[in-house]
């Protein structure tokens, strides 16, 4: 479905700057220390001459900025939850991530965009986390009983966004997001 009358497909220019830019980005920011398989998968080297303090430092925003950034991966793929509590919601938790100003941005608006579909399994999964992630992020909150947000859900949440970036806008531009991510 293409985007909305009032969000025009971006510029060439723009969408080349989504695809080597904004995107990988964001997939480099969730993929230290996570458990990914296959091409994704990458040793992770620390500062091992690092204090403790430091270490401590650099893992609690490392972790901060991957719960940030596998939110806007999975908003931009076109999921989000719905307001329901996640325990409570019968049937597939997921719904359409809106457009709302002009300046909104999701894989539609890029040539080969589709959004991913709200009545498929693995959107329940990205619905899951982008509630987890909304809830630890957005505000200071007590016993919020938000969905599980550990690296494995993150991980795996990762592989599913981008399968379906390497299968829509990646194969359109014919361009390879992990080259453009890791450089190789």
């Known amino acids: 479905m293409p985007p909305p009358a009032s969000h025009p497909v971006l510029s060439a220019r723009d969408q080349h700057q989504w695809l080597v830019e904004h995107i990988p980005h964001r997939v480099r920011a969730v993929l230290p220390k996570i458990p990914m398989k296959g091409r994704w998968s990458f040793p ?3 500062n091992l001459a690092a ?5 401590e430092c650099v893992g609690s925003s490392t972790h901060e900025g991957r719960l940030t950034a596998i ?10 939850a719905p307001k329901t509590h996640w ?4 049937g597939n938790y997921a ?5 709302v100003g002009p300046s909104d941005v999701r894989i539609d608006r890029l040539d080969g965009g589709i ?14 986390v982008w509630r987890g992630c909304s809830q630890a992020t957005s505000h200071p909150t007590q016993d919020s009983d938000h969905p599980p ?8 949440a990762l592989e599913i966004v981008i399968a379906h970036l390497e299968t829509t806008i990646y194969a ?13």
């Open 172 to 184: 359109h531009a014919q361009a390879d997001l992990r080259k453009l991510t890791l450089g190789y």
């Open 115 to 128: 959004l991913f579909p709200t009545g498929h399994l693995d959107a329940m999964k990205l619905g899951l």
């Open 87 to 90: 325990r409570t919601f019968v």
């Open 51 to 55: 204090t403790d303090q430091v270490r």
């Open 95 to 99: 719904v359409e991530s809106p457009l």
């Open 71 to 80: 939110r806007w991966l999975i908003m931009f793929v076109g999921i989000k």
């Open 149 to 156: 947000i550990g690296d494995d859900k993150i991980a795996e």
């Open 44 to 46: 992770w080297v620390g």
